[in-house]
Protein backbone atom coordinates (compact mmCIF):
# COMPACT_ATOMS: atom_id res chain seq x y z
CA UNK A 1 0.00 0.00 0.00
CA UNK A 2 2.68 2.76 1.30
CA UNK A 3 5.43 3.73 -1.61
CA UNK A 4 4.28 1.97 -4.62
CA UNK A 5 5.61 2.84 -7.72
CA UNK A 6 3.02 3.89 -10.62
CA UNK A 7 3.68 4.66 -13.71
CA UNK A 8 7.48 5.29 -14.05
CA UNK A 9 8.87 7.84 -16.48
CA UNK A 10 12.72 8.02 -16.91
CA UNK A 11 15.09 10.97 -16.39
CA UNK A 12 18.40 10.72 -18.14
CA UNK A 13 18.80 6.97 -18.38
CA UNK A 14 21.95 5.31 -19.39
CA UNK A 15 23.21 1.63 -20.08
CA UNK A 16 23.90 0.98 -16.80
CA UNK A 17 21.04 2.51 -15.20
CA UNK A 18 19.27 0.75 -17.83
CA UNK A 19 21.03 -2.74 -16.36
CA UNK A 20 20.00 -2.47 -13.28
CA UNK A 21 16.15 -3.69 -14.57
CA UNK A 22 17.63 -7.19 -14.66
CA UNK A 23 16.08 -9.64 -12.84
CA UNK A 24 16.68 -13.54 -12.06
CA UNK A 25 13.99 -14.29 -14.54
CA UNK A 26 12.86 -12.62 -17.84
CA UNK A 27 11.79 -9.61 -18.02
CA UNK A 28 11.87 -7.25 -21.21
CA UNK A 29 11.09 -3.70 -21.22
CA UNK A 30 10.96 -2.03 -24.57
CA UNK A 31 11.25 1.56 -23.72
CA UNK A 32 10.65 4.44 -26.38
CA UNK A 33 11.85 7.82 -24.79
CA UNK A 34 9.93 10.85 -26.48
CA UNK A 35 10.15 14.39 -26.32
CA UNK A 36 8.29 14.66 -23.26
CA UNK A 37 11.27 12.04 -21.84
CA UNK A 38 7.76 9.68 -21.48
CA UNK A 39 8.92 5.69 -21.19
CA UNK A 40 6.53 3.24 -22.51
CA UNK A 41 7.16 0.10 -21.52
CA UNK A 42 6.47 -3.51 -22.96
CA UNK A 43 6.68 -5.77 -20.46
CA UNK A 44 6.38 -9.63 -21.14
CA UNK A 45 5.93 -11.66 -18.17
CA UNK A 46 7.52 -15.13 -17.66
CA UNK A 47 8.53 -18.08 -15.31
CA UNK A 48 4.97 -18.09 -13.40
CA UNK A 49 3.32 -14.90 -14.09
CA UNK A 50 0.91 -13.38 -16.11
CA UNK A 51 1.77 -13.57 -20.27
CA UNK A 52 0.51 -10.31 -21.73
CA UNK A 53 0.88 -11.22 -25.12
CA UNK A 54 -1.71 -13.80 -25.21
CA UNK A 55 -5.85 -13.95 -25.31
CA UNK A 56 -7.75 -16.47 -24.26
CA UNK A 57 -11.70 -16.16 -25.22
CA UNK A 58 -13.46 -13.73 -27.15
CA UNK A 59 -16.46 -14.24 -24.19
CA UNK A 60 -16.77 -15.63 -21.15
CA UNK A 61 -18.96 -18.73 -22.22
CA UNK A 62 -15.89 -19.61 -24.21
CA UNK A 63 -13.42 -19.81 -20.95
CA UNK A 64 -15.98 -23.11 -19.85
CA UNK A 65 -17.99 -21.30 -17.09
CA UNK A 66 -21.21 -21.47 -18.38
CA UNK A 67 -20.81 -25.08 -19.15
CA UNK A 68 -19.18 -25.88 -15.39
CA UNK A 69 -22.27 -24.04 -14.13
CA UNK A 70 -24.60 -25.79 -16.13
CA UNK A 71 -22.81 -28.94 -15.30
CA UNK A 72 -23.36 -28.60 -11.88
CA UNK A 73 -27.08 -27.72 -12.39
CA UNK A 74 -26.36 -24.44 -10.08
CA UNK A 75 -25.58 -27.05 -7.56
CA UNK A 76 -23.57 -24.89 -4.76
CA UNK A 77 -20.76 -26.62 -3.53
CA UNK A 78 -18.08 -28.87 -4.62
CA UNK A 79 -18.93 -30.20 -8.47
CA UNK A 80 -17.18 -33.32 -9.30
CA UNK A 81 -16.29 -33.72 -12.94
CA UNK A 82 -14.25 -37.10 -13.69
CA UNK A 83 -12.46 -36.13 -10.70
CA UNK A 84 -11.70 -32.39 -11.31
CA UNK A 85 -13.11 -30.13 -9.33
CA UNK A 86 -15.39 -27.02 -9.84
CA UNK A 87 -16.19 -25.07 -6.28
CA UNK A 88 -17.18 -21.23 -5.21
CA UNK A 89 -14.86 -20.19 -2.38
CA UNK A 90 -14.78 -16.81 -0.46
CA UNK A 91 -11.30 -15.65 1.03
CA UNK A 92 -11.05 -14.74 4.61
CA UNK A 93 -9.86 -11.78 3.85
CA UNK A 94 -11.25 -9.63 0.87
CA UNK A 95 -10.17 -7.38 -1.76
CA UNK A 96 -11.69 -3.90 -1.11
CA UNK A 97 -13.00 -3.23 -5.06
CA UNK A 98 -15.16 0.18 -4.17
CA UNK A 99 -17.89 -1.47 -2.51
CA UNK A 100 -17.86 -4.15 -5.28
CA UNK A 101 -19.76 -7.13 -4.58
CA UNK A 102 -17.53 -10.73 -5.06
CA UNK A 103 -18.09 -14.51 -6.42
CA UNK A 104 -15.18 -16.42 -6.87
CA UNK A 105 -14.94 -19.80 -8.70
CA UNK A 106 -11.89 -22.14 -9.00
CA UNK A 107 -11.42 -25.11 -11.40
CA UNK A 108 -8.61 -27.82 -10.82
CA UNK A 109 -8.19 -30.32 -13.15
CA UNK A 110 -8.91 -33.89 -13.07
CA UNK A 111 -6.27 -36.03 -11.65
CA UNK A 112 -4.27 -32.46 -10.56
CA UNK A 113 -2.83 -31.13 -7.34
CA UNK A 114 -2.01 -28.14 -5.84
CA UNK A 115 1.78 -28.12 -5.22
CA UNK A 116 1.69 -26.83 -0.85
CA UNK A 117 4.91 -27.93 -0.07
CA UNK A 118 5.52 -24.05 0.17
CA UNK A 119 2.56 -22.57 2.24
CA UNK A 120 3.11 -19.30 1.44
CA UNK A 121 3.34 -19.92 -2.59
CA UNK A 122 0.98 -22.67 -4.07
CA UNK A 123 2.17 -23.74 -7.56
CA UNK A 124 -0.82 -24.98 -9.32
CA UNK A 125 -1.54 -27.11 -11.76
CA UNK A 126 -1.65 -26.42 -15.83
CA UNK A 127 -4.94 -26.02 -16.67
CA UNK A 128 -6.44 -24.18 -13.91
CA UNK A 129 -8.93 -22.01 -13.90
CA UNK A 130 -10.09 -19.00 -11.30
CA UNK A 131 -13.03 -16.29 -11.94
CA UNK A 132 -14.38 -13.49 -10.08
CA UNK A 133 -17.48 -11.60 -11.01
CA UNK A 134 -17.41 -7.62 -9.58
CA UNK A 135 -21.60 -6.99 -9.38
CA UNK A 136 -23.21 -3.64 -7.47
CA UNK A 137 -26.83 -3.34 -5.88
CA UNK A 138 -28.76 -1.20 -8.79
CA UNK A 139 -32.26 -0.33 -7.83
CA UNK A 140 -32.71 -3.71 -5.10
CA UNK A 141 -30.91 -5.43 -7.67
CA UNK A 142 -27.73 -7.31 -8.35
CA UNK A 143 -25.80 -5.46 -11.85
CA UNK A 144 -23.08 -7.89 -13.10
CA UNK A 145 -20.42 -5.16 -14.33
CA UNK A 146 -16.91 -7.64 -14.75
CA UNK A 147 -15.84 -11.39 -14.93
CA UNK A 148 -12.04 -11.92 -14.33
CA UNK A 149 -10.11 -14.90 -15.55
CA UNK A 150 -6.97 -15.91 -14.64
CA UNK A 151 -5.96 -19.58 -16.43
CA UNK A 152 -2.29 -21.53 -16.24
CA UNK A 153 -1.90 -21.95 -19.72
CA UNK A 154 1.46 -24.01 -19.37
CA UNK A 155 3.66 -25.20 -16.62
CA UNK A 156 5.03 -21.41 -16.16
CA UNK A 157 2.73 -19.04 -17.71
CA UNK A 158 -0.68 -17.49 -16.82
CA UNK A 159 -3.53 -15.16 -18.95
CA UNK A 160 -5.61 -13.05 -16.96
CA UNK A 161 -8.85 -11.62 -18.59
CA UNK A 162 -11.39 -9.63 -17.88
CA UNK A 163 -15.12 -9.94 -19.63
CA UNK A 164 -17.54 -6.91 -19.25
CA UNK A 165 -21.44 -7.94 -19.08
CA UNK A 166 -23.87 -6.31 -21.75
CA UNK A 167 -26.88 -4.08 -20.64
CA UNK A 168 -28.89 -6.45 -20.74
CA UNK A 169 -26.78 -9.19 -17.96
CA UNK A 170 -26.90 -11.81 -21.15
CA UNK A 171 -23.26 -11.46 -22.53
CA UNK A 172 -19.99 -11.20 -20.75
CA UNK A 173 -17.24 -10.15 -23.54
CA UNK A 174 -13.72 -9.47 -23.82
CA UNK A 175 -12.59 -6.26 -22.49
CA UNK A 176 -9.87 -3.93 -24.54
CA UNK A 177 -6.52 -4.11 -23.26
CA UNK A 178 -5.87 -0.74 -22.14
CA UNK A 179 -9.36 -1.25 -19.93
CA UNK A 180 -12.06 1.37 -19.94
CA UNK A 181 -12.14 3.92 -17.90
CA UNK A 182 -15.04 5.62 -16.47
CA UNK A 183 -17.18 2.27 -17.05
CA UNK A 184 -19.93 2.50 -14.43
CA UNK A 185 -21.04 5.40 -12.57
CA UNK A 186 -21.36 4.57 -8.15
CA UNK A 187 -23.51 6.06 -6.34
CA UNK A 188 -20.95 8.59 -4.28
CA UNK A 189 -20.63 10.35 -7.83
CA UNK A 190 -16.96 8.18 -8.52
CA UNK A 191 -16.62 5.77 -11.04
CA UNK A 192 -15.74 2.26 -11.09
CA UNK A 193 -12.91 1.34 -13.71
CA UNK A 194 -11.99 -1.86 -15.76
CA UNK A 195 -9.11 -2.42 -15.48
CA UNK A 196 -6.06 -2.59 -18.16
CA UNK A 197 -4.05 -5.70 -18.87
CA UNK A 198 -1.30 -3.92 -17.50
CA UNK A 199 -3.11 -2.42 -14.54
CA UNK A 200 -3.37 -6.79 -13.53
CA UNK A 201 0.22 -7.02 -13.66
CA UNK A 202 0.91 -4.36 -11.06
CA UNK A 203 -0.61 -6.88 -8.18
CA UNK A 204 -0.56 -10.55 -9.89
CA UNK A 205 2.88 -10.40 -10.86
CA UNK A 206 6.41 -8.96 -9.63
CA UNK A 207 7.93 -7.72 -11.85
CA UNK A 208 9.92 -11.25 -12.73
CA UNK A 209 11.65 -11.60 -9.22
CA UNK A 210 10.67 -15.75 -9.04
CA UNK A 211 12.00 -15.37 -5.39
CA UNK A 212 9.74 -14.50 -2.01
CA UNK A 213 6.58 -15.39 -1.27
CA UNK A 214 4.32 -14.52 -4.72
CA UNK A 215 5.53 -16.91 -6.78
CA UNK A 216 1.66 -17.20 -8.69
CA UNK A 217 -0.40 -14.34 -9.39
CA UNK A 218 -3.53 -16.17 -7.69
CA UNK A 219 -3.80 -14.37 -4.78
CA UNK A 220 -6.99 -15.08 -2.99
CA UNK A 221 -6.94 -18.86 -2.67
CA UNK A 222 -3.98 -20.03 -0.72
CA UNK A 223 -3.39 -21.17 2.60
CA UNK A 224 -4.44 -18.53 5.21
CA UNK A 225 -7.21 -17.38 2.82
CA UNK A 226 -8.46 -20.98 3.13
CA UNK A 227 -8.08 -21.37 6.66
CA UNK A 228 -11.04 -23.23 8.37
CA UNK A 229 -9.44 -20.99 11.38
CA UNK A 230 -11.55 -18.10 9.56
CA UNK A 231 -11.32 -14.35 11.41
CA UNK A 232 -15.05 -13.47 12.69
CA UNK A 233 -13.74 -9.95 12.16
CA UNK A 234 -12.40 -9.89 9.02
CA UNK A 235 -12.93 -6.33 7.80
CA UNK A 236 -15.30 -6.79 4.72
CA UNK A 237 -15.81 -10.37 5.53
CA UNK A 238 -17.92 -12.29 4.00
CA UNK A 239 -19.83 -15.66 4.67
CA UNK A 240 -18.13 -18.49 4.21
CA UNK A 241 -21.51 -20.44 2.98
CA UNK A 242 -21.60 -24.29 3.24
CA UNK A 243 -20.53 -26.09 0.70
CA UNK A 244 -17.71 -23.63 -0.25
CA UNK A 245 -14.30 -25.37 -0.65
CA UNK A 246 -11.38 -24.86 2.34
CA UNK A 247 -8.10 -26.03 3.23
CA UNK A 248 -9.54 -28.52 5.12
CA UNK A 249 -11.52 -30.07 1.95
CA UNK A 250 -9.11 -29.46 -0.37
CA UNK A 251 -6.78 -31.79 1.89
CA UNK A 252 -9.55 -34.42 2.70
CA UNK A 253 -9.52 -34.32 -1.14
CA UNK A 254 -6.20 -35.08 -1.64
CA UNK A 255 -5.75 -31.93 -4.28
CA UNK A 256 -2.86 -30.76 -2.18
CA UNK A 257 0.83 -32.10 -2.52
CA UNK A 258 1.20 -31.48 1.48
CA UNK A 259 -1.44 -31.76 4.76
CA UNK A 260 -1.12 -28.60 6.72
CA UNK A 261 -1.96 -30.27 10.84
CA UNK A 262 -2.27 -26.75 11.95
CA UNK A 263 -4.80 -24.36 10.37
CA UNK A 264 -3.07 -20.81 9.46
CA UNK A 265 -3.87 -17.67 11.19
CA UNK A 266 -3.34 -14.27 12.10
CA UNK A 267 -2.41 -14.22 15.90
CA UNK A 268 -4.10 -11.95 17.84
CA UNK A 269 -2.93 -10.52 21.48
CA UNK A 270 -5.56 -9.09 23.92
CA UNK A 271 -4.27 -6.04 24.39
CA UNK A 272 -5.07 -5.30 20.29
CA UNK A 273 -8.42 -6.74 19.69
CA UNK A 274 -8.24 -5.39 16.22
CA UNK A 275 -4.66 -6.67 15.28
CA UNK A 276 -5.71 -9.72 13.27
CA UNK A 277 -8.68 -7.49 11.39
CA UNK A 278 -6.07 -5.10 10.57
CA UNK A 279 -3.20 -7.32 9.92
CA UNK A 280 -5.50 -9.49 7.47
CA UNK A 281 -6.50 -6.43 5.64
CA UNK A 282 -3.39 -4.93 4.85
CA UNK A 283 -1.72 -8.49 3.97
CA UNK A 284 -4.80 -8.78 1.37
CA UNK A 285 -4.91 -5.28 0.26
CA UNK A 286 -1.45 -4.51 0.10
CA UNK A 287 0.95 -7.94 0.52
CA UNK A 288 0.71 -8.45 -2.86
CA UNK A 289 2.73 -5.23 -4.02
CA UNK A 290 4.29 -5.07 -0.12
CA UNK A 291 6.46 -8.16 0.29
CA UNK A 292 10.24 -8.98 -0.37
CA UNK A 293 9.48 -9.81 -4.39
CA UNK A 294 6.40 -7.62 -4.53
CA UNK A 295 6.53 -4.72 -7.43
CA UNK A 296 7.33 -2.12 -3.80
CA UNK A 297 10.32 -4.32 -3.54
CA UNK A 298 11.52 -1.48 -6.22
CA UNK A 299 11.52 1.02 -3.54
CA UNK A 300 11.10 -0.26 -0.16
CA UNK A 301 11.16 -2.88 2.31
CA UNK A 302 7.54 -2.34 3.59
CA UNK A 303 6.31 -5.82 3.97
CA UNK A 304 2.39 -5.90 4.65
CA UNK A 305 2.52 -9.48 4.08
CA UNK A 306 1.86 -12.66 6.69
CA UNK A 307 3.89 -16.04 6.65
CA UNK A 308 1.07 -19.21 6.90
CA UNK A 309 3.80 -20.56 8.85
CA UNK A 310 4.12 -18.40 11.69
CA UNK A 311 3.56 -18.89 15.49
CA UNK A 312 3.71 -16.09 17.01
CA UNK A 313 2.57 -12.26 15.59
CA UNK A 314 6.27 -11.05 15.94
CA UNK A 315 6.92 -13.10 12.31
CA UNK A 316 4.33 -10.95 10.38
CA UNK A 317 5.45 -8.81 8.17
CA UNK A 318 3.33 -5.17 9.58
CA UNK A 319 4.57 -6.01 13.35
CA UNK A 320 8.02 -6.33 12.28
CA UNK A 321 8.62 -3.41 9.41
CA UNK A 322 5.99 -0.81 10.01
CA UNK A 323 4.80 -0.35 13.13
CA UNK A 324 7.11 2.66 14.48
CA UNK A 325 8.76 2.36 11.64
CA UNK A 326 10.14 5.32 9.64
CA UNK A 327 9.16 5.78 5.85
CA UNK A 328 11.96 6.15 3.52
CA UNK A 329 12.88 10.00 3.27
CA UNK A 330 13.44 9.53 -0.33
CA UNK A 331 9.96 8.49 -0.85
CA UNK A 332 7.68 10.76 1.78
CA UNK A 333 5.64 13.10 -0.69
CA UNK A 334 4.38 16.18 0.93
CA UNK A 335 2.50 16.18 3.91
CA UNK A 336 3.01 12.48 4.69
CA UNK A 337 4.01 11.72 8.45
CA UNK A 338 7.17 10.29 8.98
CA UNK A 339 6.44 6.92 10.43
CA UNK A 340 4.49 4.31 8.80
CA UNK A 341 2.68 3.14 11.40
CA UNK A 342 2.38 5.63 14.56
CA UNK A 343 1.37 4.02 18.05
CA UNK A 344 -1.25 6.15 19.68
CA UNK A 345 -1.41 8.52 16.76
CA UNK A 346 -3.69 7.38 13.41
CA UNK A 347 -3.42 10.97 12.20
CA UNK A 348 -0.05 11.21 12.51
CA UNK A 349 0.79 7.74 10.28
CA UNK A 350 1.59 7.60 6.67
CA UNK A 351 -0.03 4.46 6.91
CA UNK A 352 -3.85 6.29 7.18
CA UNK A 353 -2.39 9.20 4.89
CA UNK A 354 -1.67 7.07 1.77
CA UNK A 355 -5.27 5.13 2.47
CA UNK A 356 -7.01 8.79 2.31
CA UNK A 357 -4.88 11.06 0.70
CA UNK A 358 -6.26 11.46 -3.25
CA UNK A 359 -3.15 13.88 -4.39
CA UNK A 360 -2.60 12.22 -7.77
CA UNK A 361 1.29 11.90 -7.89
CA UNK A 362 4.80 13.63 -6.61
CA UNK A 363 8.38 12.57 -8.03
CA UNK A 364 11.24 11.17 -6.21
CA UNK A 365 14.87 10.38 -6.93
CA UNK A 366 15.84 6.93 -6.10
CA UNK A 367 19.13 7.18 -3.94
CA UNK A 368 22.63 6.05 -4.67
CA UNK A 369 22.41 2.67 -2.67
CA UNK A 370 19.33 1.59 -4.66
CA UNK A 371 20.19 -1.04 -7.95
CA UNK A 372 18.34 1.55 -9.77
CA UNK A 373 19.73 4.58 -8.79
CA UNK A 374 19.54 7.64 -11.11
CA UNK A 375 16.46 7.57 -11.96
CA UNK A 376 13.42 9.86 -10.90
CA UNK A 377 9.71 8.28 -10.54
CA UNK A 378 6.57 9.72 -10.46
CA UNK A 379 4.48 7.77 -7.94
CA UNK A 380 0.77 7.79 -7.02
CA UNK A 381 0.00 9.02 -3.23
CA UNK A 382 -3.22 7.19 -2.69
CA UNK A 383 -2.73 3.32 -2.15
CA UNK A 384 -3.52 0.97 -3.35
CA UNK A 385 -2.49 3.17 -6.37
CA UNK A 386 -4.54 0.89 -9.33
CA UNK A 387 -7.69 -0.86 -8.93
CA UNK A 388 -9.63 1.12 -6.59
CA UNK A 389 -10.89 5.10 -7.12
CA UNK A 390 -13.03 4.86 -3.56
CA UNK A 391 -11.72 5.44 0.19
CA UNK A 392 -12.35 2.20 1.77
CA UNK A 393 -13.93 4.32 4.98
CA UNK A 394 -14.57 1.54 7.08
CA UNK A 395 -11.45 0.27 6.85
CA UNK A 396 -9.57 3.67 7.61
CA UNK A 397 -12.09 4.03 10.71
CA UNK A 398 -10.98 0.40 11.90
CA UNK A 399 -7.20 0.81 11.07
CA UNK A 400 -7.45 4.34 12.90
CA UNK A 401 -8.64 2.82 16.10
CA UNK A 402 -6.85 0.07 15.85
CA UNK A 403 -3.12 2.66 15.87
CA UNK A 404 -4.58 4.70 18.64
CA UNK A 405 -5.33 2.12 21.09
CA UNK A 406 -1.40 1.12 20.38
CA UNK A 407 1.31 2.10 22.95
CA UNK A 408 3.92 4.24 22.35
CA UNK A 409 6.60 2.54 24.38
Not at 193 to 222: E, R
Not at 274 to 287: D, I
Not at 365 to 394: Q, R, Y
Amino acid sequence: MLNCVGNPRLVNPSSSMLSAFSVNKVLLIKMRIKMKMKMKILITLLSGLITTSVSAYDSLSDSGFYHLQKKSGGHFGIYFLRRAIFSEYSPQYPLWSDGADKKRWIYLPRRKKIDTSNPNSWVFPRGTKLWKEFSFIETGKKRKIETRLLEKISDTDWIAETYVWNEDQTVATLAPEEGIKEHYLLANGKYYDIPSKHDCSYCHSKGGIDSGPKKTPVLGFSALQLSDDRDPNAIHGSELKPGMITLSELQRLKKTTKILQVMPRIQNVASAPLQRSVFGYLHANCGHCHNESGFAEFTTTLNFNHDATANYIQQNGTYKTAIGKSISDYLTSTGSPEKVINPGAAENSALIYRMTEEQEEYTFEIPPWHHSAGFSLTAGVKMPFVGTNVVDSKAVDIIKKYINNLSGD
